[in-house]
């Protein structure tokens, strides 16, 4: 079966340092990598995504690392504010255009 | 404004008590979808729509139906609820072919008793 695995569960972060979360998949034909930001009370909502061809995508304090060889990638959060608090997806599409989810990160920024 | 539409936004039923939760976008959209979101599983698709008349079953499809009669509409038909489906679910929807950006709905906080 398909599989994203999201690393780790949960993470608590002082406000101004750098969050890191990690996800791995198996399937080499993924054609797209987003991450999407979920608040409570929220639907998810797409943050950043990235393509295979690109190693690396930034969008604002946002950044996606990707690692084709390794068939990880990891979503990088500058200067963490408490207002990123929220819980993050990763997900793979596939050539049908669906996406397989990572479990979920819940992300607290400490004041 | 472009979105996606749920109702109810919370439900408390009773085993075994039908019940259906509206889904409706305003995006013309061609490809629909089901989550339930729980704790530690993150989102598992329910079943999916890649057009009018056209659903297939996703990840965790029992205990569920869907129909697509009009592209604007996704209704979630739980026939016998179960305590075991108590969880949240969002409805999303996207352009479809060409297109992975999903946008999702608010979703419903259902609870099964």
């Known amino acids: 079966q398909q599989q994203v695995k999201q690393s780790p569960q949960s993470l608590i972060v002082q406000k101004g340092g750098i969050s890191i979360i990690n996800c791995a998949y198996e399937?080499?034909?993924?054609?797209?990598f987003p991450w999407y930001q979920q608040f409570p009370g929220k639907g998810p909502a797409l943050l950043i995504a990235?393509?295979?061809d690109v190693s690396e995508k930034k969008e604002g304090r946002f950044t996606i690392s990707f690692n084709k060889s390794a068939k990880q990638f990891s979503l990088h959060i500058m200067d963490s504010q408490p207002g990123d608090s929220a819980t993050y997806f990763c997900?793979?599409?596939?050539?049908?255009?669906?996406?397989?989810w990572g479990a979920g990160t819940k992300l607290i920024i400490k004041p | 404004e472009a979105q996606v539409t749920q109702n109810p936004r919370y439900l408390i039923t009773v085993t075994g008590k039908k019940l259906t939760v509206t889904c409706s976008q305003n995006?013309?959209?061609?490809?629909m979808s089901w989550y339930r979101q729980d704790p530690g599983l993150g989102l598992r698709q329910i079943y999916y729509?890649?057009?009018?008349?056209?659903?297939d079953k996703g990840d965790v499809p029992e205990g569920y139906k869907v129909s697509r009669k009009e592209k604007r509409n996704f209704p979630l038909i739980l026939e016998s609820p179960s305590p075991n489906q108590t969880s949240l679910y969002f409805c999303?929807?996207?352009?479809?072919?060409?297109?992975?950006?999903?946008?999702f709905g608010p979703g419903t906080r259902l609870t099964v008793t």
């Open positions: 399937n080499t034909a993924f054609d797209y």
């Open positions: 995006m013309n959209h061609e490809y």
């Open positions: 997900a793979a599409g596939d050539s049908n255009y669906q996406l397989i």
């Open positions: 999303a929807s996207s352009r479809g072919t060409g297109s992975y950006e999903q946008y």
């Open positions: 729509s890649m057009n009018v008349e056209v659903t």
């Open positions: 990235i393509r295979p």
